[in-house]
């Protein structure tokens, strides 16, 4: 073989060698790059459903201050009830002892 010819097949087999050499190295970032996509899809869909499971307790939260607001509101109600009658029974057992004062005269 001729020199020139010797020099361009050395030349061919390194640019070959740099070749598969980055060849290697794009496939090694390309799979890094699917691994990092990969996770960090999984802490979306983690936080989405933390997010998910967040919303669902500030809906039962809400549902039980509605009902803490409505037995609060019953309750108040059914003391003024109370206080009421409390109030006539007081009235009508002091009727009741001045009408046996009078009797007893």
Same mark, same amino acid.
């Given at each position: 073989?001729?020199?020139p010819?010797?020099?361009?097949v050395i030349?061919?087999?390194?640019t070959?060698?740099e070749?598969? *050499?980055?060849l ?5 970032k390309?799979?890094?790059? *699917?691994?990092? /996509? ?9 936080? *989405? ?5 967040? *919303?669902?307790?500030?809906d ?35 009727l009741?002892?001045?009408? /046996?004062?009078?009797? /007893?005269?």
């Amino acid at each position: 073989m001729e020199k020139p010819i010797v020099k361009l097949v050395i030349k061919d087999l390194i640019t070959g060698d740099e070749a598969k *050499e980055t060849l290697t190295l794009t496939e090694t970032k390309i799979n890094l790059l *699917e691994n990092k /996509v990969n996770l960090k899809d999984s802490v979306i869909v983690s936080l *989405e459903t933390k997010i998910g499971n967040f *919303e669902s307790i500030m809906d039962n939260r809400s549902k039980q201050l509605s009902l803490s607001e409505e037995l609060s509101k019953r309750l108040q109600a059914d003391l003024k009830k109370q206080k009421l009658r409390t109030k006539l029974m007081g009235g009508a057992g002091i009727l009741v002892a001045v009408g /046996v004062a009078i009797l /007893v005269k």
